[in-house]
């Protein structure tokens, strides 16, 4: 009986780690990535800043939707170790996620390497750069915009994040009013759509570890080198720190303003009254 609990668990640990990967890789970063790129490549011809951000929004909502029955939709490093901390998840399935979730966005990069190669070479007469007229290593991760501190940009993604998971509690909060269980995708791809539409311009709004770190290691290997973790001050940090503290933040904001304020007394008597008329 142990032993068949056992594989069962392992079993199940699997089925997260790939639906997981599957709904990063083909439902976000492939939309995401291959946008930028399409902007980029085309010289604005093929898109805007727009369009990045409807694609990214359209990659999330349809990747949560993918996921969400099964493994809860952790497309967001960030948010998984957050749910890790407050005791949510377990340490074992945090390690499955995050593992799932980097080799989803690692394969995308790849898959848009692939996709959009003789653009790139053509755009960069084989010059694979991070910076310069030609550069095309912010197709794949973000690079703050040039006037911005490496403060600014910390700060930028750190309050970007506090916005996204506060969205998604809102949207999730089932003692507050919560969004019916269908229409939450869909809301929370435009969570991420106004965060691109309104605070996107300093640092090309990451708010996701695993959404720009892997990208980042898999152009360290295909040809834009070690650039990509030494340009503006060793930027690569950024992105992974301040989402995570973010969300955390963003969490404690939640529970002092808004979660402790609610009354499940309140909410269990209207509760009874809703199955009495019911009843009746």
């Known amino acids: ?19 997981t990967l599957l709904s990063v890789l083909l439902f976000m970063q492939v939309f995401g990535l291959s946008s ?10 093929s898109g805007q800043y727009l369009s990045i951000n409807l694609a990214f929004g359209i990659g999330a909502t349809l990747g949560i939707y993918a996921a969400g029955g099964v493994s809860g939709a952790h497309l967001n490093a960030a948010i998984t170790i957050t749910q890790c901390i407050l005791g949510n998840i377990s340490g074992t399935t945090l390690v499955a996620y995050i593992i799932g979730q980097f080799l989803g966005s690692f394969i995308a990069a790849a898959t848009v390497f692939a996709v959009y190669y003789d653009a790139i070479y053509h755009y960069t007469n084989g010059s694979l750069t991070v910076s310069g007229p030609t550069a095309t290593a912010m197709i794949f991760s973000t690079y703050p915009a040039p006037n911005v501190s490496l403060q600014g940009a910390f ?47 300093n640092t090309g709004y990451a708010i996701n570890p695993s959404r ?10 295909a040809g834009w080198g070690t650039d990509v973790f030494t340009a503006d001050h060793s930027w690569w940090w950024v992105p992974v720190a301040a989402p995570i503290l973010g969300c955390l933040a963003g969490v404690l904001i939640y529970k002092l303003c808004i979660d402790f304020h609610n009354h499940p007394a309140h909410e269990t008597e209207h509760e009874k009254e809703q199955t009495g008329m019911e009843t009746s």
């Open 1 to 19: 009986f142990c032993r068949k609990n056992s594989k069962e668990t392992q079993s199940t640990t699997a089925t997260r780690i790939l639906l």
């Open 36 to 45: 930028v790129a399409q902007v980029i490549l085309g010289k604005g011809n």
């Open 155 to 201: 700060f930028t993604e750190f309050t970007a994040t506090v916005m996204l998971i506060l969205g998604v509690l809102v949207i999730h909060d089932e003692k507050n009013n919560a969004a019916i269980k269908g229409i939450q995708p869909m809301l929370t791809g435009m969570l991420v759509l106004g965060i691109g539409l309104g605070m996107g311009l």
């Open 212 to 221: 720009d770190l892997p990208p980042r290691i898999f152009t360290a290997i």
